[in-house]
Protein backbone atom coordinates (compact mmCIF):
# COMPACT_ATOMS: atom_id res chain seq x y z
CA UNK A 1 0.00 0.00 0.00
CA UNK A 2 1.40 3.19 -1.03
CA UNK A 3 1.15 6.15 1.92
CA UNK A 4 1.21 9.56 1.14
CA UNK A 5 3.91 11.45 1.70
CA UNK A 6 1.84 14.97 2.96
CA UNK A 7 -0.18 13.26 5.50
CA UNK A 8 1.57 14.79 8.04
CA UNK A 9 2.80 18.10 6.18
CA UNK A 10 2.25 21.74 7.38
CA UNK A 11 0.45 22.38 4.22
CA UNK A 12 -3.05 23.06 4.87
CA UNK A 13 -5.98 21.25 3.00
CA UNK A 14 -8.86 23.29 1.01
CA UNK A 15 -11.59 24.50 2.83
CA UNK A 16 -14.79 22.09 2.00
CA UNK A 17 -18.15 23.39 -0.13
CA UNK A 18 -20.40 25.44 1.61
CA UNK A 19 -23.45 23.52 3.43
CA UNK A 20 -26.96 23.37 1.30
CA UNK A 21 -29.70 23.32 3.00
CA UNK A 22 -32.27 22.65 0.31
CA UNK A 23 -32.53 20.86 -2.63
CA UNK A 24 -32.89 22.56 -6.36
CA UNK A 25 -32.74 20.94 -9.34
CA UNK A 26 -29.88 21.63 -12.07
CA UNK A 27 -31.22 22.08 -15.70
CA UNK A 28 -30.82 19.78 -18.21
CA UNK A 29 -27.04 19.48 -19.49
CA UNK A 30 -28.32 19.64 -23.11
CA UNK A 31 -30.08 22.79 -22.43
CA UNK A 32 -27.83 24.71 -20.36
CA UNK A 33 -25.99 25.76 -23.28
CA UNK A 34 -29.49 26.67 -24.49
CA UNK A 35 -30.86 28.45 -21.67
CA UNK A 36 -27.79 30.67 -20.75
CA UNK A 37 -28.80 34.32 -21.17
CA UNK A 38 -27.09 35.99 -24.38
CA UNK A 39 -25.43 38.97 -23.91
CA UNK A 40 -27.80 41.38 -25.70
CA UNK A 41 -30.77 40.06 -23.49
CA UNK A 42 -31.25 39.61 -19.94
CA UNK A 43 -32.53 37.61 -16.99
CA UNK A 44 -35.55 38.41 -16.10
CA UNK A 45 -34.75 37.94 -12.11
CA UNK A 46 -31.51 40.15 -12.48
CA UNK A 47 -31.62 42.34 -15.70
CA UNK A 48 -28.34 41.00 -16.47
CA UNK A 49 -26.50 38.96 -19.14
CA UNK A 50 -23.48 36.55 -19.21
CA UNK A 51 -24.12 32.71 -16.87
CA UNK A 52 -27.95 33.22 -16.13
CA UNK A 53 -30.00 30.33 -17.45
CA UNK A 54 -33.98 30.99 -18.43
CA UNK A 55 -35.85 28.20 -19.21
CA UNK A 56 -39.55 27.50 -20.16
CA UNK A 57 -41.19 24.60 -18.34
CA UNK A 58 -42.06 23.64 -21.97
CA UNK A 59 -38.63 23.77 -23.62
CA UNK A 60 -37.52 21.35 -20.66
CA UNK A 61 -40.63 19.33 -20.58
CA UNK A 62 -39.89 18.69 -24.91
CA UNK A 63 -36.67 17.52 -24.30
CA UNK A 64 -37.16 15.05 -21.26
CA UNK A 65 -39.61 13.72 -23.50
CA UNK A 66 -37.16 13.20 -26.43
CA UNK A 67 -35.05 11.55 -23.90
CA UNK A 68 -38.00 9.26 -22.74
CA UNK A 69 -37.30 10.75 -19.15
CA UNK A 70 -39.87 11.60 -16.67
CA UNK A 71 -41.00 14.95 -16.43
CA UNK A 72 -42.97 15.01 -13.30
CA UNK A 73 -41.34 17.55 -11.52
CA UNK A 74 -41.54 20.58 -14.01
CA UNK A 75 -44.20 22.56 -15.47
CA UNK A 76 -45.42 24.20 -18.63
CA UNK A 77 -47.03 27.28 -16.77
CA UNK A 78 -43.71 27.81 -14.90
CA UNK A 79 -40.14 29.49 -16.52
CA UNK A 80 -37.25 28.22 -14.26
CA UNK A 81 -34.12 30.50 -13.22
CA UNK A 82 -30.66 29.85 -12.39
CA UNK A 83 -29.57 32.89 -11.94
CA UNK A 84 -26.04 34.17 -9.92
CA UNK A 85 -27.33 37.76 -8.80
CA UNK A 86 -30.49 36.38 -7.37
CA UNK A 87 -29.44 36.46 -3.40
CA UNK A 88 -32.33 38.63 -2.21
CA UNK A 89 -34.92 37.06 -4.65
CA UNK A 90 -38.27 35.69 -3.17
CA UNK A 91 -38.09 32.09 -3.05
CA UNK A 92 -34.19 31.70 -4.32
CA UNK A 93 -32.61 28.50 -3.13
CA UNK A 94 -29.07 29.01 -2.96
CA UNK A 95 -27.06 25.71 -5.17
CA UNK A 96 -23.52 25.65 -5.18
CA UNK A 97 -22.97 24.54 -9.27
CA UNK A 98 -19.43 23.72 -10.98
CA UNK A 99 -17.97 26.82 -12.07
CA UNK A 100 -20.95 28.88 -11.75
CA UNK A 101 -19.90 28.87 -8.30
CA UNK A 102 -23.13 30.31 -6.34
CA UNK A 103 -26.33 30.41 -7.83
CA UNK A 104 -29.49 30.93 -6.60
CA UNK A 105 -32.42 28.57 -8.12
CA UNK A 106 -36.25 29.99 -8.37
CA UNK A 107 -39.45 29.42 -10.05
CA UNK A 108 -41.45 32.12 -12.09
CA UNK A 109 -45.07 32.36 -13.30
CA UNK A 110 -44.75 32.21 -16.81
CA UNK A 111 -47.20 34.51 -17.89
CA UNK A 112 -46.60 37.63 -14.54
CA UNK A 113 -43.25 36.49 -13.46
CA UNK A 114 -44.31 36.13 -9.94
CA UNK A 115 -42.54 34.26 -7.77
CA UNK A 116 -43.84 30.57 -7.40
CA UNK A 117 -43.23 28.07 -4.32
CA UNK A 118 -41.42 25.18 -6.49
CA UNK A 119 -43.01 21.32 -6.09
CA UNK A 120 -40.58 19.12 -3.89
CA UNK A 121 -37.79 21.73 -4.30
CA UNK A 122 -38.01 22.75 -0.62
CA UNK A 123 -38.02 19.36 0.42
CA UNK A 124 -35.26 18.76 3.26
CA UNK A 125 -32.30 17.56 2.32
CA UNK A 126 -28.85 16.17 4.43
CA UNK A 127 -26.21 18.36 3.72
CA UNK A 128 -22.52 17.76 1.96
CA UNK A 129 -19.99 15.69 4.80
CA UNK A 130 -17.87 18.63 6.15
CA UNK A 131 -15.32 16.70 8.38
CA UNK A 132 -12.31 16.20 5.49
CA UNK A 133 -11.24 12.76 7.86
CA UNK A 134 -14.43 11.26 8.02
CA UNK A 135 -14.92 11.63 4.12
CA UNK A 136 -11.47 10.32 3.25
CA UNK A 137 -12.68 7.38 5.16
CA UNK A 138 -15.69 6.46 3.25
CA UNK A 139 -14.24 7.59 -0.69
CA UNK A 140 -11.34 5.19 0.58
CA UNK A 141 -13.78 2.07 1.30
CA UNK A 142 -16.18 3.05 -1.33
CA UNK A 143 -12.57 2.57 -3.76
CA UNK A 144 -12.51 -0.60 -2.11
CA UNK A 145 -15.39 -2.17 -2.50
CA UNK A 146 -15.79 -1.47 -5.82
CA UNK A 147 -12.39 -2.39 -6.87
CA UNK A 148 -10.69 -2.11 -10.19
CA UNK A 149 -11.53 -4.39 -13.42
CA UNK A 150 -8.57 -5.48 -15.53
CA UNK A 151 -10.60 -3.93 -18.47
CA UNK A 152 -9.95 0.00 -17.28
CA UNK A 153 -6.67 -1.23 -15.35
CA UNK A 154 -5.38 -2.16 -19.08
CA UNK A 155 -7.08 1.37 -20.24
CA UNK A 156 -5.19 3.16 -17.53
CA UNK A 157 -1.58 1.37 -18.38
CA UNK A 158 -2.45 2.40 -22.27
CA UNK A 159 -2.56 6.08 -20.84
CA UNK A 160 0.87 6.01 -19.13
CA UNK A 161 0.42 4.85 -15.63
CA UNK A 162 2.24 2.21 -14.36
CA UNK A 163 0.36 -1.02 -13.38
CA UNK A 164 1.25 -1.65 -9.40
CA UNK A 165 0.51 2.55 -9.19
CA UNK A 166 -3.20 2.52 -9.66
CA UNK A 167 -5.88 0.90 -7.97
CA UNK A 168 -7.71 1.20 -4.45
CA UNK A 169 -5.50 1.84 -1.76
CA UNK A 170 -2.23 2.25 -4.44
CA UNK A 171 -0.56 5.87 -4.96
CA UNK A 172 -2.81 6.81 -7.51
CA UNK A 173 -6.63 6.18 -5.99
CA UNK A 174 -8.95 4.46 -9.33
CA UNK A 175 -12.23 2.07 -8.98
CA UNK A 176 -14.62 0.76 -11.22
CA UNK A 177 -18.14 1.39 -11.55
CA UNK A 178 -20.04 -1.60 -13.11
CA UNK A 179 -23.01 -1.27 -15.35
CA UNK A 180 -26.30 -0.51 -14.15
CA UNK A 181 -28.56 -3.94 -15.12
CA UNK A 182 -31.63 -1.68 -14.19
CA UNK A 183 -32.36 -3.32 -11.34
CA UNK A 184 -33.58 -1.52 -8.55
CA UNK A 185 -32.21 -0.04 -6.47
CA UNK A 186 -29.41 0.86 -8.67
CA UNK A 187 -26.23 0.13 -7.48
CA UNK A 188 -27.63 0.00 -3.78
CA UNK A 189 -25.94 -2.97 -2.64
CA UNK A 190 -22.85 -0.54 -2.69
CA UNK A 191 -24.07 1.88 -0.02
CA UNK A 192 -25.19 -1.38 1.93
CA UNK A 193 -21.59 -2.65 1.84
CA UNK A 194 -20.42 0.93 3.42
CA UNK A 195 -22.98 0.69 5.62
CA UNK A 196 -21.53 -2.79 6.78
CA UNK A 197 -17.80 -1.74 6.83
CA UNK A 198 -16.87 1.56 7.21
CA UNK A 199 -16.90 2.88 10.55
CA UNK A 200 -16.56 6.48 9.79
CA UNK A 201 -20.57 6.08 9.08
CA UNK A 202 -21.99 6.28 11.99
CA UNK A 203 -25.59 6.59 10.90
CA UNK A 204 -27.44 7.08 7.49
CA UNK A 205 -26.87 10.75 7.29
CA UNK A 206 -22.96 10.97 7.22
CA UNK A 207 -23.51 8.33 4.05
CA UNK A 208 -25.74 10.75 2.63
CA UNK A 209 -24.08 13.49 3.14
CA UNK A 210 -21.34 12.02 1.13
CA UNK A 211 -21.46 12.86 -3.16
CA UNK A 212 -23.55 10.68 -5.03
CA UNK A 213 -25.47 8.72 -2.55
CA UNK A 214 -28.79 9.52 -2.54
CA UNK A 215 -32.83 8.23 -1.77
CA UNK A 216 -35.75 8.98 -3.43
CA UNK A 217 -37.27 12.48 -2.17
CA UNK A 218 -40.80 10.96 -2.19
CA UNK A 219 -40.21 8.48 0.75
CA UNK A 220 -37.72 9.41 3.46
CA UNK A 221 -37.40 5.52 3.94
CA UNK A 222 -36.54 4.49 0.66
CA UNK A 223 -33.33 2.69 -0.36
CA UNK A 224 -29.97 4.60 -0.60
CA UNK A 225 -28.93 4.76 -3.84
CA UNK A 226 -25.24 4.99 -5.53
CA UNK A 227 -25.25 7.24 -8.57
CA UNK A 228 -28.83 6.31 -9.58
CA UNK A 229 -29.06 8.15 -12.61
CA UNK A 230 -25.77 6.74 -14.74
CA UNK A 231 -26.18 3.71 -16.20
CA UNK A 232 -23.01 3.00 -17.99
CA UNK A 233 -19.87 1.41 -16.77
CA UNK A 234 -17.06 3.61 -16.19
CA UNK A 235 -13.58 4.69 -13.60
CA UNK A 236 -14.24 6.47 -10.63
CA UNK A 237 -11.14 8.49 -10.41
CA UNK A 238 -10.79 9.95 -7.04
CA UNK A 239 -9.30 13.65 -6.27
CA UNK A 240 -6.62 14.15 -3.23
CA UNK A 241 -5.81 17.40 -1.40
CA UNK A 242 -2.65 19.08 -0.26
CA UNK A 243 -2.90 16.85 2.99
CA UNK A 244 -3.29 12.75 0.99
CA UNK A 245 -7.19 12.78 1.74
CA UNK A 246 -9.59 11.88 -0.65
CA UNK A 247 -12.47 14.81 -0.80
CA UNK A 248 -14.10 13.43 -4.44
CA UNK A 249 -14.18 12.45 -7.84
CA UNK A 250 -15.25 12.14 -11.08
CA UNK A 251 -17.26 10.03 -13.19
CA UNK A 252 -15.73 9.07 -16.85
CA UNK A 253 -17.91 6.71 -18.87
CA UNK A 254 -17.37 3.74 -21.28
CA UNK A 255 -19.96 4.98 -22.74
CA UNK A 256 -20.48 8.83 -23.17
CA UNK A 257 -23.29 8.66 -25.38
CA UNK A 258 -24.78 11.91 -27.52
CA UNK A 259 -26.39 14.17 -26.49
CA UNK A 260 -29.69 15.76 -27.83
CA UNK A 261 -28.17 18.19 -30.30
CA UNK A 262 -26.15 15.59 -31.66
CA UNK A 263 -22.88 16.27 -29.97
CA UNK A 264 -21.00 13.50 -28.09
CA UNK A 265 -21.51 13.23 -24.33
CA UNK A 266 -19.17 14.40 -21.56
CA UNK A 267 -16.22 12.21 -20.87
CA UNK A 268 -16.14 13.09 -17.44
CA UNK A 269 -19.12 14.08 -15.02
CA UNK A 270 -19.18 15.09 -11.55
CA UNK A 271 -21.46 13.79 -8.92
CA UNK A 272 -24.82 15.81 -7.29
CA UNK A 273 -23.59 19.04 -4.96
CA UNK A 274 -19.40 18.03 -5.74
CA UNK A 275 -18.32 22.06 -6.39
CA UNK A 276 -15.36 22.43 -8.59
CA UNK A 277 -14.36 25.86 -8.80
CA UNK A 278 -11.44 26.91 -6.86
CA UNK A 279 -10.80 23.73 -5.81
CA UNK A 280 -7.79 21.18 -7.55
CA UNK A 281 -6.57 17.67 -7.29
CA UNK A 282 -2.70 17.44 -5.92
CA UNK A 283 -0.40 14.79 -7.54
CA UNK A 284 2.80 14.15 -5.30
CA UNK A 285 6.32 12.51 -6.64
CA UNK A 286 7.63 10.20 -4.34
CA UNK A 287 10.97 12.55 -4.47
CA UNK A 288 10.09 16.32 -4.42
CA UNK A 289 13.19 18.76 -4.90
CA UNK A 290 10.90 22.03 -4.04
CA UNK A 291 11.91 23.69 -6.75
CA UNK A 292 9.06 23.29 -9.41
CA UNK A 293 5.16 23.04 -9.21
CA UNK A 294 3.24 22.52 -12.04
CA UNK A 295 -0.02 23.51 -12.86
CA UNK A 296 -2.59 21.77 -15.96
CA UNK A 297 -6.10 20.36 -16.43
CA UNK A 298 -7.64 16.96 -15.08
CA UNK A 299 -6.35 14.46 -13.00
CA UNK A 300 -4.74 12.36 -15.29
CA UNK A 301 -2.64 14.91 -16.35
CA UNK A 302 -1.36 16.26 -12.54
CA UNK A 303 -0.42 12.28 -12.17
CA UNK A 304 1.53 11.93 -15.37
CA UNK A 305 3.11 14.93 -15.45
CA UNK A 306 3.75 14.41 -11.82
CA UNK A 307 5.63 11.17 -12.65
CA UNK A 308 7.22 12.62 -15.69
CA UNK A 309 8.67 15.45 -14.06
CA UNK A 310 8.80 14.12 -10.60
CA UNK A 311 7.55 17.65 -9.06
CA UNK A 312 4.71 18.30 -7.70
CA UNK A 313 1.80 18.93 -9.94
CA UNK A 314 -2.10 20.24 -9.73
CA UNK A 315 -4.61 19.48 -11.71
CA UNK A 316 -7.55 21.93 -11.87
CA UNK A 317 -11.11 20.81 -12.51
CA UNK A 318 -12.31 21.48 -16.27
CA UNK A 319 -10.84 24.51 -18.20
CA UNK A 320 -11.51 28.02 -17.20
CA UNK A 321 -10.71 27.50 -13.81
CA UNK A 322 -7.72 29.90 -12.99
CA UNK A 323 -8.98 30.56 -9.41
CA UNK A 324 -7.68 27.05 -8.43
CA UNK A 325 -4.57 27.39 -10.11
CA UNK A 326 -4.34 30.78 -7.63
CA UNK A 327 -5.50 28.56 -4.64
CA UNK A 328 -2.87 25.88 -5.67
CA UNK A 329 -0.08 28.40 -5.49
CA UNK A 330 -1.58 30.19 -1.74
CA UNK A 331 -1.61 26.33 -0.21
CA UNK A 332 1.28 24.52 -1.89
CA UNK A 333 4.05 27.69 -2.25
CA UNK A 334 2.81 29.96 0.39
CA UNK A 335 6.90 31.43 1.12
CA UNK A 336 7.01 31.99 -3.02
CA UNK A 337 9.90 29.33 -3.26
CA UNK A 338 8.84 27.15 -6.62
CA UNK A 339 8.88 28.36 -10.15
CA UNK A 340 4.75 27.97 -11.18
CA UNK A 341 4.53 26.22 -14.50
CA UNK A 342 1.74 26.49 -16.34
CA UNK A 343 1.44 23.79 -18.48
CA UNK A 344 -2.40 23.87 -20.28
CA UNK A 345 -3.40 22.54 -23.57
CA UNK A 346 -2.21 24.37 -26.53
CA UNK A 347 -5.99 25.52 -27.00
CA UNK A 348 -5.76 28.27 -23.67
CA UNK A 349 -2.01 29.81 -25.19
CA UNK A 350 -3.41 32.12 -27.36
CA UNK A 351 -7.31 33.06 -28.34
CA UNK A 352 -8.40 31.56 -31.53
CA UNK A 353 -9.87 33.42 -34.53
CA UNK A 354 -13.02 33.24 -33.88
CA UNK A 355 -12.49 34.09 -30.11
CA UNK A 356 -11.27 37.53 -31.42
CA UNK A 357 -14.16 38.16 -33.90
CA UNK A 358 -16.62 37.23 -31.28
CA UNK A 359 -15.01 39.82 -28.67
CA UNK A 360 -14.36 42.22 -31.27
CA UNK A 361 -18.63 42.18 -30.98
CA UNK A 362 -18.75 42.66 -27.52
CA UNK A 363 -15.65 45.07 -27.81
CA UNK A 364 -13.79 43.99 -25.29
CA UNK A 365 -10.82 41.30 -24.85
CA UNK A 366 -11.51 37.87 -22.62
CA UNK A 367 -8.40 36.77 -21.89
CA UNK A 368 -7.64 32.58 -21.48
CA UNK A 369 -7.09 31.03 -18.75
CA UNK A 370 -2.92 30.72 -18.96
CA UNK A 371 -3.50 34.64 -19.55
CA UNK A 372 -5.70 34.75 -16.37
CA UNK A 373 -3.42 32.30 -14.11
CA UNK A 374 -0.37 33.83 -15.37
CA UNK A 375 -1.20 37.91 -14.72
CA UNK A 376 -2.57 36.35 -10.77
CA UNK A 377 0.39 34.54 -9.81
CA UNK A 378 3.16 37.14 -11.04
CA UNK A 379 0.74 40.13 -8.94
CA UNK A 380 1.34 37.61 -6.05
CA UNK A 381 5.04 37.94 -6.03
CA UNK A 382 5.27 33.74 -7.38
CA UNK A 383 7.74 33.07 -10.57
CA UNK A 384 5.70 31.97 -13.54
CA UNK A 385 7.17 29.74 -16.48
CA UNK A 386 4.84 28.66 -19.36
CA UNK A 387 5.09 25.35 -21.25
CA UNK A 388 5.10 25.03 -24.81
CA UNK A 389 5.43 21.72 -27.03
CA UNK A 390 5.62 21.29 -30.69
CA UNK A 391 1.51 21.22 -31.69
CA UNK A 392 2.29 20.49 -35.32
CA UNK A 393 2.46 16.61 -33.91
CA UNK A 394 -1.00 17.04 -33.21
CA UNK A 395 -0.19 16.79 -29.17
CA UNK A 396 -2.98 19.58 -27.49
CA UNK A 397 -2.34 18.69 -23.97
CA UNK A 398 0.53 18.03 -22.23
CA UNK A 399 -0.04 14.41 -21.82
CA UNK A 400 -0.07 13.95 -25.80
CA UNK A 401 3.66 15.49 -25.59
CA UNK A 402 5.32 14.07 -22.72
CA UNK A 403 7.66 12.19 -24.82
CA UNK A 404 8.27 14.90 -26.93
CA UNK A 405 10.69 17.88 -26.46
CA UNK A 406 9.29 20.77 -24.38
CA UNK A 407 10.38 24.36 -24.06
CA UNK A 408 9.53 26.92 -21.61
CA UNK A 409 9.06 30.51 -21.59
CA UNK A 410 6.44 32.72 -23.25
CA UNK A 411 4.83 33.53 -26.32
CA UNK A 412 6.90 36.61 -27.26
CA UNK A 413 5.14 40.21 -28.06
CA UNK A 414 5.21 40.98 -31.63
CA UNK A 415 8.94 42.01 -32.97
CA UNK A 416 10.69 40.56 -29.61
CA UNK A 417 12.59 37.72 -29.49
CA UNK A 418 11.52 35.18 -27.16
CA UNK A 419 12.88 33.52 -23.95
CA UNK A 420 12.65 29.89 -24.22
CA UNK A 421 14.75 27.05 -23.37
CA UNK A 422 14.55 23.33 -23.82
CA UNK A 423 13.57 20.89 -21.41
CA UNK A 424 13.72 16.93 -20.94
CA UNK A 425 12.29 16.84 -17.19
CA UNK A 426 13.02 20.26 -15.69
CA UNK A 427 11.73 23.85 -16.47
CA UNK A 428 13.97 27.26 -16.44
CA UNK A 429 11.83 30.17 -15.11
CA UNK A 430 10.85 32.86 -17.33
CA UNK A 431 11.67 36.20 -15.72
CA UNK A 432 9.96 38.10 -18.21
CA UNK A 433 6.79 40.06 -17.70
CA UNK A 434 5.96 40.18 -21.32
CA UNK A 435 4.55 36.96 -21.74
CA UNK A 436 1.16 37.90 -19.11
CA UNK A 437 0.25 40.89 -21.48
CA UNK A 438 0.74 38.20 -24.66
CA UNK A 439 -0.92 35.51 -23.29
CA UNK A 440 -4.26 38.00 -23.27
CA UNK A 441 -3.91 38.44 -27.02
CA UNK A 442 -3.36 42.08 -27.15
CA UNK A 443 -1.63 43.71 -29.87
CA UNK A 444 0.68 46.44 -29.64
CA UNK A 445 -0.83 50.50 -31.17
CA UNK A 446 2.12 50.96 -32.22
CA UNK A 447 2.30 48.26 -34.76
CA UNK A 448 5.65 47.35 -34.17
CA UNK A 449 5.51 44.15 -35.15
CA UNK A 450 9.30 44.42 -37.04
CA UNK A 451 11.19 47.30 -35.18
CA UNK A 452 10.52 47.03 -31.35
CA UNK A 453 10.14 50.49 -30.02
CA UNK A 454 10.36 51.95 -26.25
CA UNK A 455 6.20 52.22 -26.41
CA UNK A 456 5.83 48.59 -26.46
CA UNK A 457 8.45 47.42 -23.66
CA UNK A 458 7.24 47.08 -19.77
CA UNK A 459 7.88 50.08 -17.61
CA UNK A 460 11.28 50.15 -15.55
CA UNK A 461 12.88 47.48 -17.85
CA UNK A 462 14.84 47.36 -21.45
CA UNK A 463 14.42 44.87 -24.14
CA UNK A 464 15.72 41.44 -24.31
Not at 59 to 85: D, M
Not at 297 to 311: P, S
Not at 369 to 394: K, P, Y
Request: proline fraction near 7%; hydrophobic fraction near 35%.
Amino acid sequence: MWLHPLRSHRIAASPPPPRQSRAAPLPPHALQTHGRVKTRQRCIECGQGGKCINLTGIEIIEHLAEQGLSARRWSAAHIYVWCVNGASAEGAIEIQWGFMGTAWFMVKDAATYAAVTPRRAHAATIPVLDDPDKLDAILRTLARTCGLSDVHRKKLVDRGYAGHEIGPGERFLFASLAEDTGERPRRGRIALALLARETAIDRVETLLGVYGFERDHRRADSIIEFLPNRTSAGILEFSVDAAGRVFGYEYAPDDPGVEANGKPGAKRISPHRFTKSGRYHLAIPIVDDGTHLYHTEGTHKANLICDALHAPAVGTFGMGNASAIINAAKDLDPNKERVHVLTLDSNQWTLTPEQIAEHKKLHKTIPTTEGVAARDLAAGGWRVALARWDVATGANGPDDAQRATMTTGAPSHPGHRARTSRMTGSVAPSTSTRPISSAFGRKCPKRCARTPKTHCRPRGRTAA
